[in-house]
């Protein structure tokens, strides 16, 4: 009898331990091993890249608009769901050269080069936080910068564009190769505003019969694409 209830009860605790580990393993979840998540192991990266920024330049293609730029890119806190970073890039852009004094058929010509330098300060939000899934990391991100450009002598006109602030919302997402080393493809959109003359708007001197080159206000705010690849690498954990 007493082999009898002691067999019962080994009967009774092997079935309880059956039921809480099938109740922990649904709990649980995924294997770890097996999860597409993967924990970002490092905190601080550094990176170049190369891009290609296409705008238009506004209403007459006066503004530098089209071309290539690469750049050196810092990010910290990189392994938490807000990263920040800091960036410069140098770009070989594009633009219009615009003589007022003549009607607009033939005031306009190039494209000629200007060059500008750029620098941003960069807040990022990271879609799945500290982690990657299947090694890629999705954001999206905003700057603020200001933007350099250096003088065009082929443009004799009263249009400058020097210094202008910039905003550039954008998104992207990094893709690991390795838990130091990630590959990052981002598409932006930065925003800066142009500023024309009061010569613009006047009748141009060599015809006053007919209309000045610009009949839009003297005020844009423009947006430009800009498309960058880069190579990050870390050289620090997590703060």
């Excluded at 730029?69 to 633009?95: C, K, N, Q």
């Excluded at 141009?204 to 880069?230: F, H, M, Q």
């Amino acid at each position: 009898m007493r082999l009898e209830s002691f067999a019962r009860q080994l009967a009774l605790a092997g079935a309880v331990h059956l039921l809480l580990t099938h109740s922990l393993a649904a709990q649980v979840g995924h294997d770890p091993a097996k999860s597409p998540y993967r924990t970002l192991r490092f905190g601080q990266f550094i990176g170049i890249n190369s891009g290609l920024l296409n705008g238009n330049g506004g209403s007459l293609g006066a503004a530098p608009h089209h071309g290539p730029s690469v750049g050196l890119r810092y990010d910290f806190l990189s392994a938490g769901t807000v990263s920040l970073g800091a960036a410069v890039s140098y770009a070989a852009l594009e633009r219009k050269v615009i003589d007022p004094t003549r009607p607009i058929e033939t005031a306009v010509s190039g494209p000629i080069k200007q060059r500008a330098g750029i620098a941003e300060a960069i807040v990022q939000f990271n879609v799945t936080g500290g982690k990657t899934w299947n090694r890629i990391a999705p954001y999206v991100s905003g700057s603020v910068g200001f933007m350099l450009a250096d003088k065009t002598e082929q443009d004799s006109s009263d249009f400058k564009f020097r210094t202008r602030f910039l905003l550039t919302p954008a998104i992207g997402a990094r893709i690991f190769l390795a838990d130091r080393l990630f590959l990052r493809i981002e598409a932006r959109s930065s925003f800066w505003s142009v500023s024309y003359p009061a010569s613009f708007r006047s009748a141009p001197s060599r015809d006053p019969t007919k209309p000045p080159v610009l009949a839009a206000p003297t005020k844009e705010w423009l947006a430009n694409g800009w498309y960058t690849v880069g190579l990050s690498y870390a050289f620090s954990r997590p703060f």
